[in-house]
């Protein structure tokens, strides 16, 4: 019954997305308004047809329906149903089908939010989407079908992966990264749009600017969690292995972020159209790259849950998206002239054209490093790879050099910036910094990256925090507010700066956690009787007891320990080994204590079968909490700067953006 | 020089400074994949390289002393056998019969690995009958405690 609904609803999505696209196309070609509404009825169809299959799917896993394949493969008698829940992303099908929905859902906001704003932009846009939805609906109704039934009926299922049912963490990593992804269809749809009518001017770049902060919002989360997840579960200490799958999450992220800084260059000085529309189409196609690596198998991964026989279409799919977009962009080459030209090489828009060429050669780079083997292969027929030290080599530098830019882009003047006002600007956050740099190599920092890259957070931190300072303390003095209140104004008026300042200073936490728990990471393996202690940095670990237990679907060893810090007992810790009746390997739980000053992270790594040893690895990971809270400062930046403004975009607002928009005003 | 030059000079030297990075990364980090066969094959001239070594963990070749930490096993490609000495747990996808990758530099007949790569297997089959599961092997030798803690 599930099986047979879900089956048809997707048919039929698959269907009349073919059929919206269609009618779109022609009745904007005819002038035909009714064809045109019914392309956007179609786009209300499958939205409903897809959460109608959605449902159907979650029925069937809560249900435990094992008559259908995927529940039998995913869920079982013993899984605890939150897990039975999120187990719809847990493998390729049910993931193809969330992906399809969240696509579904995001082309209805378009057409509802921006239908009557963009009339001559909508139908294209909707023809676009309802192309790509076809794409994915395809795949969900033939190769990858959520809805595929088994003969015989298995009494009990197999289970989730327990990697994946090991965290709750894995509620929110992986939807936030399709979101992410999914996201960037709809300011590429956009950008195909004007590229086709050809309104190329700032028209779909403003109606793009939100939807292009929400999906780096939710890939920024997306990437943050995922690394939270692989710390906090994989049991190797770290967050970040340059892994295929990581780096295909970062790939769009990276361009993605060059598209959010390039399209303002565009508002403000009608220049880069050109630039513009091809991050956008780059920045899509790598989304679809990124699923395709995630999900086609083609490089080994620990992220990666599935091999399928999907990846050769996803390939056809990237083939098809670079050769259309591209040819358009080639065919409308003249109606992308700039209409300005950069006045100065020391102005915002330089520095913006820097952070650009930067952030894409950070990408070739990991693109390139992720490639590698498949090159070196295809090309000298030699298997090769480059791991963890070419990414760090290259994107080092890369990264220290965005940071500055990240410093003084935003303080710098657009045009032209006098030497004077530069140095109004700088000249308390540089003295600041040399100071701070002084107090890091005083505390025992060592090194010219780990130096260069707090110094420049320091920087950027004080740089923003002088922006907010100095901005409210201008309104306090011409208005008479409250310090608060000046600043929450402040903010309020200038949501896009300010809420772009706040991601900055994200971003330099996150980089000082990731330079600490990487420079100054402390490690240990050992093994200990009961009783023994192991002494790392500051703190003795002391193995107490080792027990074990049987829980509904899984059998538990769990060594438990002490933590002192200089005899005064800090912690006490359990990490675990699961047993999982499906798997003929441990998966082991590790235990971390965070603070925000360091964490202590251990893993029990073998015992003795009769309990008297335990082999454990501790590790010491200073500031590694940063990266998990910058990461949220990064998303509430993000917030500020697509809130809606309560008075809809009133001239006033405009003046008060503009002037806000001015640097080195205090 | 022209703005414009001048913007483009600008471009070429970001450009080609990450250029250079790449390249010298690439040289720098560079791991090939070997076979036991191949690592043979090309004897002492392997001794300053790093490279990636995959095949089977011989059956009966896995020592580990828990004291010292020290792991040691053959990789073999049903050619040639290499001998594998690594420092540290063996980890928990590592198991005898099955394929192992691992990196390190090879030194008088002794390949010294660094890491050991264990991929995770994407099939969760249940165990074939009689099999006794991992689970079963740690269930006799453990004994549960009166409580839950």
């Given amino acids: 019954m599930i099986a047979t609904l879900g089956r048809f609803s997707l048919w039929l999505a698959f269907a009349i997305a073919i059929y919206g696209a269609f009618v779109s196309l022609l009745g904007v070609r005819r002038r035909r308004p009714a064809l045109i509404e019914s392309g956007q009825g179609a786009v209300f169809a499958i939205f409903g047809l897809t959460t109608f299959a959605v449902l159907l799917m979650e029925a069937g896993l809560v249900g435990r329906d094992f008559s259908l394949e995927y529940v039998a493969r995913n869920a079982s008698l013993d899984t605890p149903l939150f897990y039975t829940i999120i187990a719809l992303w847990g493998a390729l099908e049910g993931s193809i089908l969330l992906w399809v929905w969240l696509l579904a859902l995001m082309t209805l906001l378009t057409v509802m939010i921006d239908g009557k704003r963009q009339p001559e932009l909508i139908p ?168 395709f ?53 020391v102005s915002r828009e330089s520095a913006f054209l820097a952070n650009n060429l930067l952030l894409l050669g950070f990408a070739f780079a990991v693109l390139l490093g992720t490639l590698f083997p498949l090159l070196s292969e295809a090309v000298r027929g030699v298997k090769v790879s480059v791991g963890e030290p070419f990414f760090n080599a290259v994107n080092v530098p890369i990264g220290l050099g965005l940071i500055f830019l990240m410093a003084i882009g935003p303080l710098i003047a657009w045009r032209h910036a006098s030497l004077d006002s530069l140095r109004r600007t700088f000249i308390r956050p540089l003295y600041l910094t040399i100071l701070g740099a002084g107090i890091c190599w005083f505390l025992g920092v060592r090194g010219l990256y780990p130096l260069l890259a707090f110094a420049l957070s320091l920087f950027t931190a004080i740089t923003v925090i002088q922006e907010f300072a100095g901005g409210a303390m201008t309104r306090r003095r011409n208005t008479g507010e409250g310090y608060l209140i000046a600043l929450s104004k402040l903010t309020s008026r200038g949501r896009r700066r300010y809420g772009g300042l706040i991601v900055h200073l994200g971003v330099a936490l996150v980089v000082v956690g990731i330079t600490a728990s990487s420079v100054f990471k402390l490690e240990q393996e050992v093994t200990l009787k009961k009783g023994e202690s192991l002494q790392l940095g500051r703190y003795q670990v002391r193995f107490d007891e080792l027990s074990a237990w049987q829980e509904p679907h899984r059998f538990v060893v769990q060594g438990s320990f002490t933590v002192f810090n ?101 | 020089m022209t703005k414009k030059t001048k913007l483009l000079l600008g471009a070429v030297v970001i450009a080609s400074t990450i250029g250079y990075l790449i390249v010298g990364g690439i040289k720098e980090a560079a791991v090939y ?117």
């Fill in chain 1, 293 to 345: 690596l995630t999900r086609s198998g083609i490089l080994s991964s620990v992220h990666a849950f599935s091999d399928s026989t999907v990846g050769p279409l996803f390939l056809v799919f990237i083939g098809l998206i670079l050769f259309f977009s591209f040819g358009l962009l080639v065919y409308r080459s003249d109606k992308l002239q700039a209409e300005s030209d950069i006045d100065s090489l």
């Fill in chain 2, 33 to 149: 994949y070997i076979t036991p066969t191949e690592l043979k094959a090309k004897g002492p001239a392997t001794t300053d390289r790093a490279f990636r070594l995959g095949g089977m963990v011989v059956s009966g070749s896995r020592r580990w002393d828990p004291q010292t930490l020290k792991l040691a096993f053959s990789l073999s490609d049903d050619k040639e056998q290499v001998a594998v000495e690594y420092v540290g747990s063996p980890p928990d996808l590592f198991k005898e019969g099955a394929g192992a990758i691992v990196e390190g530099k090879y030194m008088n007949g002794l390949f010294r690995a660094d890491t050991i790569l264990a991929k995770h297997s994407e099939e969760y089959r249940p165990p074939e009958e009689g099999q006794a599961t991992a689970k079963d092997h740690y269930r006799t030798l453990v004994k549960p405690p009166a409580a839950r803690p």
């Fill in chain 1, 124 to 291: 294209y846009v909707t023809a676009v989407l309802l192309c790509i939805s076809a794409f994915f609906l395809l795949l969900v109704t033939f190769p990858a079908s959520p809805f595929t039934t088994m003969l015989p009926v298995p009494l009990d299922g197999r289970g989730p992966n327990p990697l994946l049912q090991n965290h709750p963490l894995m509620a929110i990593h992986p939807p936030g990264l399709y979101a992410g992804y999914v996201g960037w269809s709809i300011p590429y749809a956009f950008g195909i749009a004007a590229l086709i009518t050809g309104r190329l001017g700032e028209g779909w770049i403003r109606t793009v600017r939100r939807w292009s902060i929400v999906s780096w919002a939710f890939l920024t989360v997306g990437i943050i969690v995922g690394g939270r997840w692989s710390y906090e579960v994989l049991g190797w200490g770290g967050y970040w292995a340059w892994d295929p799958v990581e780096n295909a999450s970062l790939l769009p992220w990276l361009t993605g972020t060059a598209f959010l800084h390039s399209i303002m260059i565009q508002e403000r000085r009608k220049m880069l159209k050109n630039w513009n529309v091809a991050l956008v189409i780059i920045t899509f196609a790598l989304t679809i790259f990124g699923t």
């Fill in chain 1, 566 to 666: 200089s005899n005064h007992k800090v912690a006490e810790m359990r990490p675990a080994k699961r047993f999982y009746p499906a798997e003929q390997q441990p998966i082991g739980t590790v235990d971390v204590r965070s603070t925000a000053r360091e964490d202590i992270y251990l893993v029990l790594s073998s015992f003795a079968q009769d309990g008297t040893t335990a082999t454990v690895k501790a590790l010491v990971r200073p500031l590694v909490m940063w990266i998990w809270f910058g990461g949220w400062v990064m998303v509430l930046g993000s917030l500020i700067a697509i809130w809606p403004d309560r008075r809809r975009a009133l001239a006033t607002d405009q003046v008060e953006e503009r002037m806000a928009w001015q640097p080195g005003r205090s």
